[in-house]
Nanobody
Framework: QVQLAESGGGLVQAGGSLRVSCAAS????????MGWFRQAPGKEREFVAA????????YYADSVKGRFTISRDNPKNTAYLQMNSLKAEDTAMYYC????????????????WGKGTLITVSS
């Protein structure tokens, strides 16, 4: 059974930084693209970032490019999202996801989802 467990969410002031982690189990970690989606209250879910299995390629939404960095530690089966220069509009539930190919993310979905971690940015 695949499990994706997010941690590290919370409240942060605008302009601050936060790192969220995603511990994965039940899947062959390096065979999966890891990604993050987010959903703000009253808004549609949106893609945030993804990283290929061997961490050779990363993908970012335009809204976070230059501020967020996705990474992964394959021996630890863990993915990370480092968020800097946070803005009030980054407030959302952040979901860790996994998919066999980047095309799944590009279609707006994922094969596996975590339960999410809430990030609130106060202005």
């Amino acid at each position: 059974q695949v499990q994706l467990a997010e941690s590290g969410g919370g409240l942060v002031q605008a302009g601050g930084s936060l790192r969220v982690s995603c511990a994965a189990s039940g899947l062959t970690f390096t065979s999966n693209v890891m990604g993050w989606f987010r959903q703000a209250p009253g808004k549609e879910r949106e893609f945030v970032a993804a990283i290929s299995g061997l961490a050779t390629t990363t993908y970012y939404a335009d809204s976070v490019k230059g501020r967020f960095t996705i990474s992964r530690d394959n021996p630890k089966n863990t993915a990370y999202l480092q968020m800097n220069s946070l803005k009030a509009e980054d407030t959302a539930m952040y979901y860790c996801t996994a998919a066999r190919t980047i095309m799944t993310f590009r279609r707006g979905g994922a094969d596996y989802w975590g339960k999410g971690t809430l990030i609130t940015v106060s202005s």
